[in-house]
């Protein structure tokens, strides 16, 4: 790969910093060329110098730059353009199946006579596993280690294969468990926000940009940092080279004045902000953040904000560098040097932010004056159903009986917990869990949670004992400061003692709640609550005990655990008694901005975090531990993990791919679809069933049902994806009329598991299609959506639309995406699912041709329909060619060996 183009429209410039001469894009020179873009917003500035660097005449071309600057004319754009990030990070759930595929494809390498050393990241890609941990045990100062060591119980086998990656391969970092959250470790540390790499014997300095494999990466884009969360497919493509098109995005932007009134916090101005942009409609589309109170917005709190993008359902919320930024840059450790180069860079290109910059041109703007913010919490079911404090309780009431089903006869009924003595009823709220890199990564907000908790501890208040506490920051050095602060002694008295550096409750991994708790909430169906520091709370996500989840900052957590229900004003009614026997109000143990400040000022230390960072990648005994095979370039594989195998994709691939591609001859049905069938709907995700084709292949090799563990913590073994695939509860297959779930027929009539279906039609050699109706494949759950559809032997799917990224990843694993033309679908054809299919014209395939359906019916009848093959570009040409992006990579690799 070469790491910048031809450079045909003459923009390399030089720029000297502290004496050192660095080689960069000018986007000033190209204006000469392209025309003027001082108003275009600085995220398709960093667009713009992507493809000023790599333009090549071919992938990246003049015509590329120039339909990014004429996106002024109207502030929106149809042109898609190609972007490859600087670098990849991942988290360790969707990590482990990128880190499988580049096992294998070394293994693919060695049966092809190459040198396995070659096959390496081509950027850099840094994983952080935080996904992992969970909250077993709480409240108690051993939490911490009892909860690794069950971690490394569940998954040393994972883990153990990360480290085996780490040491094999070059440009690929691993951040070890417990240590912190990708995205607050992103933050802190990896990210440099000026990114540097020498090429051809010269230093090239361009825009820090990445893909992360995990939805809230947008959490960067508040230091100035260009990234989003995408599928692994497109995340594998980018680490190995390969550019992803993308439609220029429509760019709202958002203008931010004043400042945040005293008692609201960085969380009620992002719950804010997350029910503006809600309504305003931002789906697929960036955010950028302008306007004077930029001057003061910490890049704490800007974090806080592009944290939430998919909750408020943008591609990212970003904010451009300024004095701030770098300010940021010196409070974490970073060197100096680096901080004047972002400085210096980015103003020779335009890009930095100062209270003189002219606004940029927008696709259209919405505006916040952050006086206005107040307290808020959002929930119960989505974050950007917004509540403000002093009607929280009244909303509760409403949405009991509403939108929770509870009859109001039943609604204030109270039920006895074994082997206490106290009650549960509705409303009453049994986790209270400050966690999520959304607020962990922000100190005041942590800050002003210990204050609370200070302030309660010396009045002598206590959670309800029915409240599951937890504190997990998001990285080591939340801990260092708040035992600077004194302030971890005084969490550590009402509960909130660290139970790991992990997402935890966030995603999900709240842990069991104790037994007569359950049985309190299941027996009578009780409406319990959560209230979290975190960015999602879906109903089922984060307790499947759990049915009403608020999202709140974390001195609201800890107050609302002293509560103790959703059903008392807590703006109003007291949080318990004191001592000395009084009530104790909200307002009694809030901190003032001004202590907060103050504690920040003297416990936060740019020391600390060059002193944590420095270790980052040594982990905990359990880590230092694991029992690795270091010193080989190729995997072992054992035959015998469930966690971890070799996937198929390589076994006996040629040095070289076959001239033509192949016309696809009598194929049959595997699965006839609706619309708006989702990648979550096609991926394997949540628990296994035990009757399921996983869960029988579990019990087969030893597993039982109380190990399984989930799809996701299993991503790196295909054998389990690929019997996971299709088989969401939900889907409704057509060809099983009156079902729901992974079922098919065989080619007899008889219905069995989609995985039965698709294995006996592959026994006998029987090529397999799927279809489906309009806007096939949207959703977050991506990789394993495409995987899991090649390894069961589809070759190829059709439908009425599809999602722009499924699509591209059909193509990248080698399956052919095929449209309906206007008047014709699975409908109008009157498809049953008895049918065979010939697809012709594939011998010689260019971009969005034409290709013939050949339908033959049961009764011997045929039908010819053309369909548009959405084989878009000249380079997913070669990619369907090679039989997948992987594939044309490794042979790429295998010449330049």
């Known amino acids: 790969m070469k790491a910048v183009g031809h450079d045909s429209l003459k923009t390399g410039r030089e720029l000297k910093v502290d004496g050192k001469t660095y080689h960069y894009f000018s986007i000033p020179e190209a204006e000469k060329t392209i025309g003027t873009v001082d108003r275009l917003p600085v995220s398709l500035k960093v667009l713009l110098e992507n493809v000023l660097r790599f333009e090549d005449g071919r992938s990246y071309t003049q015509d590329d730059a120039k339909a990014i600057a004429g996106w002024l004319e109207n502030a929106r754009s149809t042109k898609e353009v190609p972007f490859k990030p600087s670098r990849i990070l991942m988290q360790d759930f969707t990590g482990v199946p990128g880190v499988v595929d580049l096992a294998a494809m070394r293994d693919g390498i060695v049966q092809l006579k190459g040198n396995p050393e070659k096959v390496n990241p081509l950027v850099p890609v840094n994983l952080v596993i935080d996904h992992s941990v969970m909250v077993d045990v709480y409240g108690t100062p051993d939490a911490l280690q009892k909860n690794i060591t069950m971690e490394f119980d569940r998954n040393g086998e994972r883990y153990a294969f990360l480290r085996w990656g780490q040491e094999a391969f070059e440009n690929f970092s691993v951040v070890p468990p417990d240590t912190g959250i990708c995205h607050q470790v992103n933050l802190e540390y990896i990210a440099q926000v000026a990114w540097t790499a020498e090429v051809g014997g010269k230093e090239y300095v361009y825009p820090d940009t990445l893909y992360g494999t995990d939805s809230h990466t947008t959490m960067v884009n508040g230091l100035g940092v260009l990234g989003w969360g995408v599928g692994g497919i497109e995340a594998e493509a980018a680490m190995l080279g390969q550019p992803i098109a993308m439609l220029i995005p429509d760019v709202i932007g958002f203008r931010l004045t004043g400042k945040l009134p005293e008692g609201a916090t960085a969380t009620d101005l992002v719950l804010t902000v997350t029910q503006m942009l809600r309504k305003k409609g931002v789906v697929g589309k960036f955010v950028e953040f302008f306007g004077p109170a930029l001057d003061h917005l910490p890049v704490a709190d800007r974090a806080t904000i592009a944290n939430m993008a998919p909750e408020y359902g943008a591609t990212c919320g970003f904010f451009p560098v300024d004095k701030l930024t770098l300010d940021y840059l010196h409070e974490t450790g970073r060197d100096s040097h680096r901080i004047k180069l972002v400085e210096e860079y980015y103003k020779a290109q335009g890009m930095f932010r100062t209270a003189e910059t002219a606004e940029p041109v927008f696709t259209d703007t ?449 399956v052919l995406p095929l449209l309906f033309k206007e008047g014709t679908d699975r409908k109008t054809l009157n498809l049953k699912g008895d049918e065979t299919f010939d697809i012709i014209g594939l011998e010689k395939i260019t971009p969005r041709m034409d290709v013939t359906l050949v339908i033959t019916r049961a009764d011997g009848t045929t039908e010819k329909v053309s369909l548009l093959c959405r084989i878009d570009t000249l380079d997913e040409v070669e990619y369907y060619r090679h039989g997948g992006i992987l594939q044309y990579v490794l042979r790429g690799m295998l010449k330049a060996a």
């Open 366 to 814: 919405l505006e916040l004056d952050l006086s206005t913010v107040v307290p808020s919490i959002s929930g119960p079911k989505r974050p950007q159903d917004r509540v403000v404090l002093t009607e929280a309780t009244t909303a509760f009431e409403k949405e009991l009986t509403s939108g929770l089903g509870v009859a109001e006869a039943d609604k204030d009924r109270k039920f006895p917990v074994a082997n206490t003595n106290y009650e549960l009823g509705n409303g009453d709220i049994v986790i209270a869990a400050i966690t999520s890199c959304t607020n962990t990564s922000n100190p005041a907000v942590l800050i002003a949670a210990g204050l609370v908790a200070r302030k309660a501890r010396a009045l002598g208040l206590k959670p309800k004992p029915w409240v599951k506490t937890s504190l997990a920051p998001g990285s080591q050095v939340v801990t260092d400061y708040l035992n600077r602060a004194n302030l971890s002694e005084d969490l550590d008295a009402l509960g909130f003692n660290t139970v790991g550096y992990g997402c935890t409750t966030c995603i999900g991994n709240s842990g069991p709640l104790a037994d007569n708790i359950v049985d309190a909430i299941e027996n009578n169906k009780l409406i319990a609550v959560s209230v979290l520091s975190g960015n999602r709370n879906f109903e089922g996500r984060i307790s499947p005990n759990v049915r009403a989840n608020y999202l709140a900052s974390p001195p609201l957590v800890v107050a609302y655990s002293l509560l103790g229900t959703m059903r008392k004003d807590i703006t109003k009614e007291p949080l318990g008694t004191s001592k000395d026997g009084k009530p104790v109000y909200l307002k009694d143990i809030w901190p003032s901005n001004k202590e907060i400040a103050a504690l920040m000022g003297s416990s936060i230390n740019r020391d600390e975090f060059i002193k944590r960072y420095s270790t980052v990648d040594k982990g905990t005994k359990e880590w230092q531990d694991l029992k690795v095979a270091t010193g080989s370039q190729t995997y072992k594989w054992d035959p015998k993990s469930t966690y971890v195998q070799d996937p198929p994709y390589f076994k006996n691939m040629p040095a070289e791919p076959s001239g033509t591609t192949s016309d696809i001859k009598g194929a049959r049905l595997l699965a006839l679809l609706g619309d708006n069938i989702t990648t979550d709907h096609i991926s394997p995700a949540g628990s296994i069933k035990k009757d399921s084709p996983a869960g029988k292949y579990l019990i087969e090799h030893g597993v039982e049902p109380k190990d399984f563990n989930s799809y996701g913590s299993r991503r790196g073994n295909d054998r389990i994806m690929v019997r996971g695939t299709f088989a969401n509860i939900r889907i409704k297959n057509e060809m099983c009329p009156g079902t729901e779930g992974g079922l098919s027929k065989f080619a007899d009539g008889k219905q069995g598991f989609i995985y039965d279906v698709a294995m006996d039609y592959k026994e006998k050699g029987t090529p397999l299609v799927v279809i489906g109706g309009k806007e096939y494949g949207m959703g977050s759950s991506r990789d394993w959506a495409a995987k899991g559809t090649l390894l069961l032997g589809v070759k190829a799917v059709i439908a009425e639309s599809f999602e722009r990224i499924h699509r591209s990843n059909l193509v990248g694993m080698g």
